[in-house]
């Protein structure tokens, strides 16, 4: 009875202080884990604001061509110096060849700079004879060209004379056709009238007859009296008559039509004799003008000819000052085989840039060309990025990084791969707030200010051997730890 006793006292015990104890227990449990929070994170800095970063090699043409052919596409993995895109040399092969061809005259022409000096120092004093003859003739040339150009104008004058004339003429004789049309028209508008004069007449002169004939056969019957008959005969004589004079005047209009037509046709070949007058005199102008502008070029050329032997004759006369133009024109020639070599070089600079080979090892993305498209220099055709050179970029918070500095031991988990932890140290701090780097940073000097936590980017590289396997991608997110204590 003790016993039992004493348990129902213990229990009443415990039913009396149970939630006491079950508050102490959290609160230790609370306790204890705090303590292992705090000692768990005691001395390191965490953030998930971070991402594998990493070098884009932009590959971009330097030459203005079409594009032959793309040998690599996005996610292709390309080596250092690997052909990546081919453009058209044509144009540039051609420009090789201008280039060479150009350097092969600047050394012919320095070649003959070289025996140009040669020759001056040993034929300029004999030469002042023939020099001086030179410059006679040309003189003799000269006054000749002048002549002919004087005596080519004359022409010209003549000729414009001639076409003034043929163009009076034909203006005369186009007159006259004019008048001779009007002449045809109006003979042509008698004939009508005439004509219809003797249809008029000879319908009369027919009734006439008829009545006439009606009449006779009535007065030999006695119906009419003899009066009656003279009378009705009389009106178709005058009826016949009438007839005969209108068929003379038709006649006599047709035979004036005839006429008109002829003068027509007369004053029409003295026209056409008139404009071929004026056809022959333009051409003898033309002539004669080409004549002058021909007798001007000899002229001109006469005194081409009289400077040139002027100038030669003034040359012999300064034969240390030739000396040395020749031998400043052999500098000259040195300086432009210079420039033509520079030439060479820079086109076969250019057609080396058709062949667009990879800077660096690594994967293509970005790409933006294609077969057929024309690039200008500095277009960007694709990106090549090294994925064996990677860093993580993690931007914490300014009040994370008091005691960060360069060197400390960093872990990093990639979300890509769970499960899997890389060592890494911090490489360098940024000098710059992420803000301050977008592309439009915050002005707080205006407006309503409210303070928010920057983040500063915090470079960490890898510390250890990347496993086989593992393949690192710009942009992946990633958990960065850097033990700072």
Same mark, same amino acid.
């Given at each position: 009875?003790? *016993?039992?006793?004493?348990?129902?006292?213990?229990?009443?015990?415990?039913?009396?202080?149970?939630?006491?104890?079950?508050? $102490?227990?959290?609160?230790?449990?609370?306790?204890?884990?705090?303590?292992?929070?705090?000692?768990?994170?005691?001395?390191?800095?965490?953030?998930?604001?971070?991402?594998?970063?990493?070098?884009?090699?932009?590959?971009?043409?330097?030459?203005?061509?079409?594009?032959?052919?793309?040998?690599?596409?996005?996610?292709?993995?390309? !080596?250092?110096? *690997?052909?990546?895109?081919?453009?058209?040399?044509?144009?540039?092969?051609?420009?090789?060849?201008?280039?060479?061809?150009?350097?092969?005259?600047?050394?012919?022409?320095?070649?003959?700079?070289?025996?140009?000096?040669?020759?001056?120092?040993?034929?300029?004093?004999?030469?002042?004879?023939?020099?001086?003859?030179?410059?006679?003739?040309?003189?003799?040339?000269?006054?000749?060209?002048?002549?002919?150009?004087?005596?080519? =104008?004359?022409?010209?004058?003549?000729?414009?004379?001639?076409?003034? /004339?043929?163009?009076? &003429?034909?203006?005369?004789?186009?007159?006259?056709? *004019?008048?001779?049309?009007?002449?045809?028209?109006?003979?042509?508008?008698?004939? !009508?009238?005439?004509?219809?004069?003797?249809?008029?007449?000879?319908?009369?002169?027919?009734?006439?007859?008829?009545?006439?004939?009606?009449?006779?056969?009535?007065?030999?019957?006695?119906?009419?009296?003899?009066?009656?008959? =003279?009378?009705?005969?009389?009106?178709?004589?005058?009826?016949?008559?009438?007839?005969?004079?209108?068929?003379?005047?038709?006649?006599?209009?047709?035979?004036?039509?005839?006429?008109?037509?002829?003068?027509?046709?007369?004053?029409? %070949?003295?026209?056409?004799?008139?404009?071929?007058?004026?056809?022959?005199?333009?051409?003898?102008?033309?002539?004669? +003008?080409?004549?002058?502008?021909?007798?001007?070029? $000899?002229?001109?050329?006469?005194?081409?000819?009289? !400077?040139?032997?002027?100038?030669?004759?003034?040359?012999?006369?300064?034969?240390?000052?030739?000396?040395?133009?020749?031998?400043?024109?052999?500098?000259?020639? /040195?300086?432009?085989?210079?420039? %033509?070599?520079?030439?060479?070089?820079?086109?076969?600079?250019?057609?080396? @840039?058709?062949?667009?080979?990879?800077?660096?090892?690594?994967?293509?993305?970005?790409?933006?060309? !294609?077969?057929?498209?024309?690039?200008?220099?500095?277009?960007?055709?694709?990106?090549?990025?090294?994925?064996?050179?990677?860093?993580?970029?993690?931007?914490?918070?300014?009040?994370?990084? &008091?005691?960060?500095?360069?060197?400390?031991?960093?872990?990093?988990?990639?979300?890509? @791969?769970?499960?899997?932890?890389?060592?890494?140290?911090?490489?360098?701090?940024?000098?710059?707030?992420?803000?301050?780097?977008?592309?439009?940073?915050?002005?707080?000097?205006?407006?309503?200010?409210?303070?928010?936590?920057?983040?500063?980017?915090?470079?960490?590289?890898?510390?250890?051997?990347?496993?086989?396997?593992?393949?690192?991608?710009?942009?992946?997110?990633?958990?960065?730890?850097?033990?700072? +204590?």
């Amino acid at each position: 009875m003790n *016993e039992e006793g004493r348990y129902s006292g213990i229990a009443r015990f415990a039913r009396a202080h149970r939630r006491p104890i079950v508050i $102490g227990a959290v609160v230790l449990v609370l306790g204890l884990g705090a303590l292992v929070y705090w000692l768990l994170g005691r001395g390191k800095e965490s953030t998930d604001d971070a991402q594998i970063n990493g070098h884009m090699v932009l590959v971009t043409a330097r030459v203005a061509s079409h594009v032959r052919l793309v040998r690599v596409d996005d996610t292709d993995r390309v !080596n250092k110096g *690997e052909l990546l895109v081919e453009l058209d040399r044509r144009d540039l092969i051609q420009a090789l060849d201008r280039a060479q061809a150009d350097l092969a005259s600047q050394i012919a022409q320095a070649a003959a700079a070289i025996s140009q000096v040669s020759i001056t120092q040993h034929t300029a004093p004999s030469n002042a004879g023939q020099a001086a003859a030179g410059t006679s003739i040309a003189r003799q040339g000269v006054v000749t060209a002048g002549a002919q150009v004087a005596s080519a =104008e004359a022409q010209v004058v003549s000729a414009e004379a001639a076409v003034r /004339a043929a163009r009076e &003429e034909s203006r005369s004789a186009e007159t006259n056709v *004019e008048a001779a049309t009007a002449q045809v028209k109006s003979a042509q508008q008698n004939v !009508n009238v005439a004509q219809a004069d003797v249809v008029a007449a000879k319908s009369n002169a027919e009734t006439q007859a008829r009545e006439a004939t009606r009449y006779q056969y009535m007065y030999k019957q006695g119906a009419v009296s003899r009066q009656q008959y =003279e009378s009705v005969a009389n009106v178709n004589t005058s009826a016949q008559s009438a007839l005969r004079s209108a068929q003379s005047r038709l006649e006599a209009a047709n035979v004036a039509v005839e006429q008109a037509i002829s003068h027509r046709s007369g004053a029409q %070949a003295l026209q056409a004799r008139a404009e071929s007058m004026v056809t022959s005199s333009l051409a003898a102008l033309t002539q004669a +003008r080409a004549n002058v502008r021909g007798a001007r070029a $000899g002229l001109q050329q006469a005194q081409s000819k009289l !400077n040139q032997a002027q100038a030669t004759e003034f040359g012999t006369q300064t034969v240390p000052q030739q000396i040395s133009a020749s031998m400043a024109q052999q500098r000259s020639s /040195a300086a432009k085989i210079a420039q %033509a070599q520079a030439a060479v070089r820079t086109a076969r600079l250019n057609l080396s @840039y058709t062949r667009v080979k990879a800077p660096v090892t690594g994967e293509v993305v970005g790409r933006n060309v !294609n077969p057929g498209q024309y690039v200008q220099p500095g277009q960007a055709l694709l990106a090549v990025v090294p994925l064996n050179d990677v860093w993580v970029t993690a931007n914490f918070k300014e009040t994370q990084i &008091e005691h960060m500095k360069p060197g400390q031991r960093a872990d990093i988990d990639v979300d890509t @791969y769970p499960g899997m932890h890389f060592r890494g140290k911090v490489r360098g701090i940024g000098a710059a707030s992420g803000e301050r780097l977008s592309l439009l940073p915050p002005q707080n000097a205006t407006g309503n200010f409210v303070k928010v936590v920057q983040r500063i980017p915090v470079r960490i590289v890898f510390d250890q051997p990347i496993p086989r396997g593992v393949v690192f991608r710009v942009g992946q997110n990633v958990i960065a730890t850097v033990y700072v +204590r």
